[in-house]
């Protein structure tokens, strides 16, 4: 008898019911913050000076990446960003219009994306933020990429 009964709370123990009844229904991408309310728009200029052509990516979290586009020598790449004032945060929209965390903008050479490189400085703050922002990219004496914020 004592038997049955360790073996009944043993099985109590080891069932998920209660995990199910606190969980609820899976529900793909819940949690994802939507739209621009809330946020202000920082307008983000990327200006080529290298004499070569560029390529920028969005760094987004969870090890994603976003291709922002191809610059060529003097030309120039408009990408629109959005700052949440309240966590800092910095945000891409995608066409669902989902906000992307983005934790850093990368330019450099398309021939050598991961070596030939540079990070562009974003001001992921609490509180105000710039509307806008001009990055003029540029080769160092040494060879390296550098984008330099303007102004």
Not at 31 to 40: K, P, Q, S
Not at 97 to 111: H, K, L, N, T, Y
Not at 114 to 135: C, K, N, S, V, Y
Request: charged share 15%; net charge negative.
């Amino acid at each position: 008898m004592h038997g049955r009964r360790f073996f009944l709370a043993l099985l109590a123990g080891l069932t998920p019911f209660g995990a199910i009844a606190e969980s609820g229904p899976y529900l793909p991408y819940s949690g994802i913050a939507r739209g621009t309310e809330g946020t202000t728009p920082v307008a983000v200029t990327i200006r080529n000076d290298t004499g070569s052509p560029l390529t920028c990516q969005a760094a987004l979290a969870h090890w994603y990446s976003a291709d922002l586009g191809r610059l060529p020598p003097g030309g120039t790449l408009p990408v629109g960003l959005h700052h949440d004032p309240e966590n800092g945060e910095i945000s891409l929209l995608n066409d669902s219009a989902d906000r992307m965390p983005v934790e850093a903008i990368w330019c450099g050479s398309p021939q050598s994306p991961e070596t030939a490189r540079t990070r562009l400085t974003l001001p992921i703050r609490r509180g105000a933020a710039p509307a806008a922002l001009i990055f003029v990219c540029t080769v160092e004496p040494d060879g390296t990429i550098a984008c330099g914020q303007e102004g």
